[in-house]
């Protein structure tokens, strides 16, 4: 699954390179489930930043999110996005962080 | 960083017409009020719908600018800034912020590292060999930390800090 990554998410790791930051996995401020990208059945990375100049792209299994956050992933089609889906549950501090450490980044943000 | 001065100098000289002439002095132009070493700077912070001013007493933390200007970012963030419809957060958020990150860091803390969440928040976040500390101010202000130890992989969860007893939060954070 991917998800978008706000290019403020994207913050320095104390070795003077950049991280990704827990606040990237968060539900959304309406209270819908986390947003994400079914990466097979997505057109590819560029139609999922379409539109987000300088956003990157990270990367989790639906296990991690299953067995090791302890979420549900449910189908969310969109009228133009029919890859979209949810990941339902809450995001404790520590489910964030969980993450955070087992993504892994495919573009990184542009600072 | 920039240091307080005094706006106008002191005369230790005495004035060459007491000694050299009988006229009466020609009255000088009244001189601005002068700024004391021991007064506060007056920094301003601009949020979406209000203004502080902030009082510093002394010469200023090594984080104090960074940290003002990220908290300044996140609220001009526009609407729909993580692409998952969120509003930037709340000027009550960063204000808490503020306070909390000036009762915890000390002189020569390190900034952290200051990022919005989708939820409405701001986080603040320390990253230094291998451990990893995170503040979150929640949009409905409360206050919760995540102290993780990737040596160890063991992390540590204090929820529902209050402001006014910090003792929970600091026995997490150790000093920063």
Partial sequence: ???RIFPGWW?????????????AFDNSQDGSPMSVALADETPGRDAVLAGFDGYGLAAFTAAVARHECFQAVARAPLPDCAWHAHVIGTKTDAVRNHFRRRSSILVAPRK | MTSLAPTAGTHTTTPTWASASQ??????????????????KLVPLT???SALIIEVGAEEPA???????GLQHLSQLGDNWDSYGSRPPHDDVIITALDLIARLLS??????????TSEGGVQLEWH???????IRVRANGEISAFRFDEAAGQGAT????????LGPLVALTGRL
């Fill in chain 1, 1 to 3: 699954m991917w998800r």
């Fill in chain 1, 11 to 23: 913050v320095p790791d104390g070795a003077g390179g950049y991280r990704l930051s827990s606040a």
């Fill in chain 2, 23 to 40: 006229q009466p002095p020609v009255p000088r132009a009244r001189r601005a009020p002068r700024r004391l070493l021991t007064e506060p």
């Fill in chain 2, 47 to 49: 949020l979406a719908e």
């Fill in chain 2, 63 to 69: 984080w104090f600018y960074s940290t003002l200007s």
């Fill in chain 2, 107 to 116: 002189y020569d803390s390190i900034a952290p590292a200051i990022v919005p």
């Fill in chain 2, 128 to 134: 230094r060999d291998g451990h990893e500390l995170e």
């Fill in chain 2, 158 to 165: 204090v929820e529902r800090i209050s402001l006014s007893d």
